[in-house]
């Protein structure tokens, strides 16, 4: 599985670090972070309805 997040620095919390444990349970992960510039004409989602859409979408393809 491949996620992007995008989120500004100070939006980190233990909330971040407990959605993506619960997203991918016991497997090894990577994460690489990168300085992003902002694009005004491209949609964006916080971090938290990415993950929350993407938690949706696997317990979906589970049941």
Known sequence: MYSVYRLKAQELDDRFLEALKALFKEKEIEIAVSEVQEDENESQYTF???????LQENQTSIN
């Open 48 to 54: 938290y309805q990415a993950l929350e859409e993407e």
